[in-house]
């Protein structure tokens, strides 16, 4: 086995593992790290290819991971800015108790 292969497995499980606690969990913070764990398997992906890849010189794969990371922080901010509005409203962090948008 090719060590880019040994990183696309480990990539591989880490998303499966992160859609897994994404769509079975009912608190919005695991979704959260759920999410966040889909994330970083794609930021693993991406360094692995530049680093395999024809011109490891050029840092395009670690622009890529950067600019990942920021959106990555972004979204977490947002996110757990709306769980705590509606931990706020609904006293309750779980999925299915919430079950209308209105105000």
Same mark, same amino acid.
């Given at each position: &086995?090719?060590?880019?292969?040994? /990183? +696309?497995?480990?990539?591989?499980? +880490?998303?499966?593992?992160?859609?897994?606690? =994404?769509l079975?969990r009912?608190?919005?913070? #695991? #979704?959260?790290?759920? *999410? @966040?764990? &889909? +994330?970083?398997? =794609? $930021? +693993?992906?991406?360094?692995?290819?530049? %680093?395999?890849?024809p011109?490891?010189? =050029?840092?395009?794969?670690?622009m890529? #991971?950067?600019?990942?990371?920021? #959106?990555a922080?972004? @979204? !977490? !901010?947002v996110?757990l800015a709306?769980? *705590?509005? *509606? /931990? %706020?409203? /609904?006293?309750?962090? $779980?999925?299915?108790?919430?079950?209308? &948008?209105?105000?």
């Amino acid at each position: &086995m090719t060590p880019l292969q040994g /990183y +696309l497995i480990i990539s591989a499980l +880490l998303f499966a593992i992160g859609l897994g606690g =994404a769509l079975t969990r009912r608190n919005a913070i #695991v #979704v959260l790290i759920g *999410i @966040e764990l &889909m +994330l970083n398997a =794609a $930021n +693993l992906n991406f360094i692995a290819f530049w %680093r395999f890849g024809p011109n490891p010189q =050029a840092l395009t794969g670690i622009m890529f #991971v950067i600019f990942s990371i920021g #959106v990555a922080a972004a @979204e !977490a !901010a947002v996110g757990l800015a709306l769980i *705590i509005s *509606i /931990y %706020r409203h /609904y006293k309750t962090a $779980n999925i299915d108790q919430i079950n209308s &948008m209105k105000g």
